[in-house]
């Protein structure tokens, strides 16, 4: 079975800071995808990893994928308010594309 | 239009309820899904429909039944349900394959008295 892991769970950054979101998936993938979701509202797609090595970055957010270490990470730099969300990442259940299962999510908070 | 449609946005029903929920995509993509988001799990897959083909089933009860007429229509029927299926439910599409991300609708708050 397939398992997706976020840590941490909830993050509270200061403005200006910067953190990292891990996600750990337990069988091999060469593909990940993140996630944001604002409150009340659905998810947005954010970065879509293909392969090894993968690096892609937006604005203050970048994202690895590193699938022999079977890790992605997701870099916030310079925190500002507008990033306040929660952020999913997802892996492919069996390498075809079928479905996504996601992470529980990591829900940030940017405080100033 | 946005590119994937979800009506209601916020259904409150008994247990006794039959209720449906529709999801409208409106991107052409292929492949159609349900997701079900509690307050205290991940997002939990339901339901995948390929050309609509229903291509995985998730172990999900039977009181929850999905309809694909058309590549572009989603429907999941609820009968009976039960208090903890209160959540909100996700219909997303993709092209299929892996290359792309999902599009999703903005949910259905679902809420069972």
């Known amino acids: 079975e397939l398992k997706v892991e976020q840590n941490p769970l909830f993050l509270s950054m200061q403005e200006g800071k910067n953190y990292t979101i891990y996600c750990n998936y337990s069988?091999?993938?060469?593909?990940l995808y993140w996630y944001r979701q604002d409150p009340g509202k659905s998810l947005e797609s954010l970065f879509v990893l293909l392969s090894n090595g993968a690096v892609k970055q937006e604005g203050r957010l970048m994202a690895s994928l590193d699938t022999k270490a079977r890790l992605s990470t997701l870099h916030i730099t310079a925190a500002v308010h507008d990033l306040s969300a929660t952020y999913f990442c997802?892996?492919?259940?069996?390498?075809?594309?079928?479905?996504?299962?996601f992470g529980k999510g990591t829900t940030l908070s940017v405080s100033s | 239009e946005t590119g994937v449609t979800q009506t209601p946005r916020h259904l409150v029903m008994g247990m006794t309820n039959k209720k449906s929920l529709k999801c409208e995509q409106h991107l052409g993509h292929n492949a159609m899904y349900w997701y079900k988001q509690s307050a205290k799990k991940p997002l939990e897959l339901m339901f995948v429909y390929n050309f609509k083909e229903q291509t995985e089933n998730n172990s999900v009860p039977s009181r929850f039944s999905p309809e694909c007429p058309n590549s572009s229509h989603l429907f999941l029927h609820l009968h009976t349900l039960q208090p903890e299926d209160s959540a909100l439910y996700l219909c997303?599409?993709?092209?299929?394959?892996?290359?792309?991300?999902?599009?999703f609708g903005s949910g259905t708050r679902l809420t069972v008295v």
């Open positions: 997802a892996v492919d259940m069996d390498q075809a594309g079928t479905a996504l299962i």
């Open positions: 069988t091999t993938s060469d593909r």
């Open positions: 997303a599409a993709s092209p299929g394959g892996y290359d792309y991300g999902y599009t």
